[in-house]
């Protein structure tokens, strides 16, 4: 049995979710709504305050879909009354962020200030020059905006400059030494 997807998710007060037939999932709780299609051969069972996840069998892709299953539905549900968020550092001389509307302004080297429009649900915020924030109720729209503006300038081993996240740790080398 999954570890993961056997375990119950608790419905929080203040979140309505619902179910159809065909597996199709909608969350609405404080800070929004989402929904998503499932996979039909795995189960979705409500009952009071809490969702059950089952399989059919213990084929192999039954397993892994059981256990994503769970983790989407969970996170859709604490994204809905928590939202997630990302930081990111600059790092570098000259290296820094602005916000212009839903515009993000990155001066990162480059001979062009580089511009990203924040997607629909995903929203940045800038605190000083060097720190972005991106904030949302989807995890996954909130991840991949997060590593699109870290790929604009990918944090380099020698010194440290570029985009990193601020949890990450850069493993730095050491530069090339003279001839002796």
């Given at each position: 049995?999954?570890?993961?997807?056997?375990?119950?998710?608790?419905?929080?007060?203040?979140?309505?979710?619902?179910?159809?037939?065909?597996?199709?999932?909608?969350?609405?709780?404080?800070?929004?709504?989402?929904?998503?299609?499932?996979?039909?051969?795995?189960?979705?069972?409500?009952?009071?305050?809490?969702?059950?996840?089952?399989?059919?069998?213990?084929?192999?892709?039954?397993?892994?879909?059981?256990?994503?299953?769970?983790?989407?539905?969970?996170?859709?549900?604490?994204?809905?009354?928590?939202?997630?968020?990302?930081?990111?550092?600059?790092?570098?001389?000259?290296?820094?962020?602005?916000?212009?509307?839903?515009?993000?302004?990155?001066?990162?080297?480059?001979?062009?200030?580089?511009?990203?429009?924040?997607?629909?649900?995903?929203?940045?915020?800038?605190?000083?020059?060097n720190v972005i924030?991106?904030?949302?109720?989807?995890?996954?729209?909130?991840?991949?905006?997060?590593?699109?503006?870290?790929?604009?300038?990918?944090?380099?081993?020698?010194?440290?400059?570029?985009?990193?996240?601020?949890?990450?740790?850069?493993?730095?080398?050491?530069?090339?030494?003279?001839?002796?």
């Amino acid at each position: 049995m999954s570890r993961i997807g056997r375990l119950p998710i608790e419905i929080p007060a203040g979140v309505e979710v619902n179910v159809t037939d065909t597996n199709f999932i909608t969350v609405k709780g404080p800070k929004g709504s989402l929904s998503r299609q499932l996979v039909k051969e795995i189960t979705l069972a409500k009952e009071e305050n809490q969702i059950l996840v089952t399989r059919p069998n213990d084929l192999k892709k039954m397993r892994s879909l059981h256990g994503l299953t769970r983790t989407l539905v969970a996170n859709m549900i604490e994204g809905v009354t928590k939202g997630y968020e990302k930081k990111l550092e600059i790092n570098g001389v000259g290296y820094r962020a602005q916000k212009q509307g839903k515009k993000l302004v990155l001066s990162l080297g480059y001979s062009h200030p580089v511009e990203m429009e924040d997607p629909e649900g995903v929203e940045t915020i800038v605190e000083g020059t060097n720190v972005i924030i991106v904030k949302g109720i989807n995890k996954e729209d909130v991840g991949q905006f997060a590593a699109e503006i870290r790929i604009k300038r990918k944090p380099e081993p020698y010194k440290g400059k570029g985009i990193k996240y601020s949890d990450e740790v850069i493993i730095r080398k050491e530069g090339k030494t003279g001839k002796k």
